[in-house]
Structure formats: structure tokens, C-alpha cells
């Protein structure tokens, strides 16, 4: 296959159809957004429709519905005023036209995960915000004999994964009902009125402590593709191996993210023990969404911003867990963020102390100062599963293909892993970035990929569950 270019064709500002009433003009930021570590939120979502004759009409929708949208989503409009707060002053959204030299489907029979770096406005994981940037960056890539590639590059300091899908089903609704029509999505900015803070102390102690987790590598990222059927083998798999059948006696069996989540974790400690001859101890950091775990009263409706919290599951000694133990831990610290959890955060008492803790611990500073010389060894897990984004129908029909992007070569990261529903649901597909070492037991593991498939083509996976 001759080289993939994408080549700039046109940019603009998309500014909000209606201007930002005086008193929205700034917007804060929480003490929760300041936790994020990485500067964008980013996602493409890709069209396969072969008709290029009606493109132009495509692209205008697109944008009159976008600038209707930013009406709604003022932040989103606006530029990075500071660390604490953003200039809602309706300079719009960074829009960009691109055109790449190849048909989309040549592209999606075997995806260049690194290319797809391209199909953003800017470098989506090592471009740090700065003060003046644009909250929002779109590029639509439009391909050859047809086909569209939607590269969403937001801050992730308003933005996290279920704003996003809140984001995309107003903007889907924009584009796709009578302007005058009522629209069934309002978003809510309560975030920073439910967690508000005035200082940067979280963000400089996160940076701090976080800084320890994140390390210069040489970093690839692979897909694995774990089929339903595969995770319904590995669920009978735990109960088998648990001697006293505890998710028997338990009301609620492990979901499916938990269970990929464990599953990975087992194979990068073995990766680790491989690549340094001895068990380090090991941390599996998963983010999960608050908003599922607070009480309705304080729970709002299409929220936007970071509703994020990090829970922490800990192995730190040099036995070997099978994979029912390591799914029991990974439950049980997901369970622990509970109505009650939220509460405590939300007090000004224990929030701060939670907060400092948690990091403190993510850091391996807990464990070093108890233990040993901090050889601490960590993977971090971020779920999509369940978010709405597959449903993004513009007027042409439903995305095909859901992704992230790759990374590769030298660079200051953590080991990560982004687990996203396949479009019919029947699988989740994870983009693990690891470092090269460690990717290389992966991929040649047989056990491994007993449960899994290397870089499917998403064709093939979209093809194969029409059939099924």
C-alpha cells in the first residue's frame, strides 16, 4: 500500500450561533478536572459512505449544526484563559478540512495506528495546552471514492469520555432535527459548583506525584479484540478457578470490563516478571465515572466536565494470583467508589485528605516507604465501554469504526490501556500502549490469544457480526 497522506485543505473558526450571555463568560474549572493527566480528550469515528458528490452539502450541515451546538456548549467555544478557568469568548471551535490519498476502506482493512495521529488538528497526547489554544479542535478527513474520518481533540480539562458522548448526541441531534424542533439533550455545567476550588494545589500535588508513574520508553501500541464469547469462557474460568465459588454467593457477577481489565493486568505483571527477572510490585489503576455512583440528588443530567475518580487494585508481593483473585481485587476497588465514597469527597473534611491519599498510593510512595526501593509497576485502564458514541449519526448513517490512536517511538508515558465497545457490542476492543519490551510477550503469548485477536481489521469485525 503506497504511503497514507493527509493533506490540510482549509481551516476555520466555528463560532456559536448565538453569543455567551456576560455572565457565562468565564468558566471554572473543578479540583476534579485538575487530576486529568493527559492534556486532550480524543476519539475518530469513521464514515464509510461512498458518495463523494454530496460532500459539500455534508460539510456544511456539519458545521451550521456544530455552531448551533457551541451555542449550547459555550466552554467548548472558547479559548484556555488559564490553569483554572476557561475564556468563554465565542471564538469558536478549531475546524479543519483535510483530504487523505487513499479510499477509506483501504485504510480500514489493516489501520496504520500511528497515522491516525494525523486526523487531529494537533498532536493529541504530547501537545500540552497552553493559554490561548482552542478548547475544541475537529478535523473532518475525507477520503478517496469517499468516506469520512471525524478527529475530536478536545481539552480534556472540560471534557471527559461521557461528556463527550453528551457532546455527540447534541450535536447528531443538531444536525439531524428541524432547527426550530425541541431538542431532547440539555448539557449541565455543574461540576465545578459540586467540586470548586480556587488554588492550583491539586494540580501542581498531582503533577508532583504523577510524574513518578509516567517514564521515557520506546512505547507501541497493539488491538486486542476480545469477542463476547471469549469473556463469557474466561467468566465460567474464574468461577472454576475460585475454591470457594465466591461470585456464587455474590449479587452481582464481574462485568465485562472488570474481566478484560484483571485479564490484562495478569499478562503485563508476566511481561514485567519477564523483563526483569523478578515480580515488581504492580498497580492497576482503572478511572471510572462518578456519575453512575452519586446520589440522584447531586447526580446532573448530561454533565459536562472530569466526573472521574481512579481506583487502585494492588498486588505487591512476589506470589503469582490466578485470574479469579485478580478480577475479585479489581471489583472490590471499583465497589469501594460507592454513593457514600462521593459524599466523603464532597466534604471539605475528607476530600482533600482522599485526594492526597489516592495519589500518595498511585505514586507507589506508600508502598516504597514500607517495602523497598519503589520499583513500582503500574498500568492504568480507561473504559468507553457503554458511552453512546457508535449512535453519532450525522444524516449519512452510524460510524463503522470507534478509535483512539497509536503511539510509537521515544517519548515520557505510562503504560495504558483504552478499552472501547466493538460497534454491535458483541466484543471490546483494548488499545494497550506498552513499552516495547513488555509488548513483545504480549503479542507472541499463545495463552493470550487463545482469548483474543491482534489488530482485527474493523471490516472484517463489522462483517463478521452481521453474519453471526
Not at 501500541?221 to 469462557?233: D, E, W
Request: proline share 4%; with cysteine; net charge neutral.
Amino acid at each position: 500500500m503506497e504511503e497514507v497522506k493527509v493533506e490540510i485543505i482549509s481551516r476555520e473558526n466555528i463560532k456559536p450561533s448565538s453569543p455567551t450571555p456576560s455572565h457565562l463568560k468565564i468558566f471554572k474549572h473543578s479540583f476534579l478536572d485538575q487530576l486529568i493527566p493527559f492534556p486532550h480528550a480524543i476519539i475518530v469515528l469513521f464514515y464509510t459512505s461512498q458518495n463523494l458528490s454530496d460532500f459539500p452539502k455534508r460539510l456544511e450541515l456539519l458545521k451550521q449544526s456544530l455552531s448551533e451546538t457551541l451555542t449550547q456548549f459555550y466552554p467548548l467555544a472558547g479559548k484556555i484563559k488559564d490553569d483554572l478557568s476557561i475564556d468563554c469568548n465565542d471564538e469558536g471551535a478549531n475546524f479543519v478540512v483535510a483530504k487523505v490519498n487513499c479510499p477509506i476502506t483501504k485504510f480500514l482493512e489493516k489501520p496504520d495506528l500511528n497515522l491516525l495521529n494525523k486526523f487531529f488538528r494537533t498532536t493529541p497526547y504530547f501537545a500540552e495546552t497552553k493559554i490561548g489554544d482552542h478548547v475544541t479542535n475537529i478535523q473532518v478527513n475525507v477520503f478517496d471514492c469517499g468516506g469520512i474520518a471525524i478527529g475530536f481533540c478536545i481539552s480534556h480539562k472540560i471534557t471527559d469520555g461521557d461528556s463527550l458522548d453528551t457532546f455527540l448526541k447534541v450535536w447528531t441531534e443538531r444536525a439531524g432535527c428541524n432547527p426550530n424542533s425541541e431538542l431532547l439533550t440539555e448539557p449541565n455545567f455543574a461540576t465545578s459548583s459540586l467540586f470548586p476550588t480556587s488554588t492550583l494545589h491539586f494540580r501542581d500535588l498531582s503533577r508532583k506525584i504523577l510524574s513518578s508513574f509516567f517514564k521515557k520508553g520506546k512505547w507501541v501500541t497493539r488491538r486486542f479484540l476480545f469477542k463476547n464469547s471469549a469473556i463469557a469462557t474466561l467468566k465460567a474460568q474464574i468461577v472454576a478457578e475460585s475454591s470457594s465459588d465466591p461470585l456464587k454467593n455474590h449479587p452481582n457477577t464481574p462485568s465485562r470490563v472488570q474481566i478484560v481489565s484483571a485479564l490484562l493486568w495478569k499478562y503485563f505483571m508476566a511481561a514485567s516478571k519477564d523483563q526483569f527477572g523478578t515480580r515488581r510490585p504492580s498497580l492497576l489503576i482503572n478511572t471510572v465515572n462518578l456519575r453512575r455512583r452519586m446520589a440522584e440528588s447531586l447526580h446532573p443530567e448530561n454533565s459536562i466536565g472530569n466526573f472521574l475518580w481512579f481506583t487502585i487494585s494492588e498486588h505487591m508481593n512476589e506470589h503469582e494470583l490466578n485470574l479469579s483473585e485478580l478480577v475479585n481485587k479489581v471489583k472490590k476497588s471499583i465497589e469501594e467508589i460507592d454513593k457514600d465514597f462521593v459524599a466523603r469527597l464532597l466534604s471539605e473534611e475528607e476530600g482533600s485528605s482522599i485526594i492526597k491519599n489516592a495519589l500518595r498510593k498511585i505514586s507507589g510512595e506508600t508502598w516504597a516507604n514500607n517495602k523497598g526501593d519503589g520499583a513500582l509497576e503500574g498500568l492504568s485502564i480507561n473504559s468507553w465501554c457503554n458511552f453512546g458514541y457508535y449512535n453519532a449519526d450525522f444524516g449519512w448513517g452510524k460510524p463503522m469504526w470507534v478509535s483512539s490512536v497509536g503511539i510509537q517511538g521515544n517519548s515520557v508515558l505510562t503504560d495504558k490501556v483504552i478499552l472501547v465497545d466493538t460497534k454491535f457490542k458483541d466484543g471490546i476492543e483494548a488499545w494497550v500502549t506498552l513499552d516495547e519490551d513488555k509488548m513483545k510477550y504480549l503479542v507472541s503469548s499463545t495463552e493470550l490469544l487463545t482469548y483474543a485477536t491482534l489488530d482485527p481489521s474493523p471490516l472484517a469485525v463489522s462483517n463478521s457480526s452481521l453474519q453471526a
